[in-house]
């Protein structure tokens, strides 16, 4: 299993081609094996993007979300007492996005690679990332 971060969500939606090789392999990989970790907080960022204008497409934010679940073996991952705990010690580790630090500290608790383009996340000590 893998975990993917919220940009990761959309571009694989939007614009696959901008994936690395290394990304678009171990989403495949997940796809066909135990699947995806879709963290819940990744809900309500991509729903801030659409209200703030930083993401426009031509359907509402519950179809593109449903087209999303669709498109993958996604596994959702709300906030645990663990994780929820974990996430305010990765400050420490220069990860400073409060959903940043739930999406790794969800991939330490599942121990799940997460697949991110985001250089903070890369430079992480406590993450295994994959891009």
Known sequence: ???VDTHIIIWNALKPEIL??????????ANDSDGIIFCEISLWEIAMMMNKGRLRIDIEYTEFIK????SN???FRGITPEIAW???GLLSDNIKDPADRIIAA??????AALITA???LRKSKKVATIW
Request: proline share 0%; hydrophobic share 45%.
């Open 67 to 70: 087209l999303i679940l669709e």
């Open 106 to 111: 969800t991939s330490i608790i599942e121990k």
């Open 1 to 3: 299993m893998i975990i």
């Open 118 to 120: 985001d250089n903070e």
């Open 73 to 75: 073996k996604y596994v």
């Open 86 to 88: 974990l996430s305010t």
């Open 20 to 29: 690395s090789g290394k990304a678009e392999k171990a989403i495949s990989a």
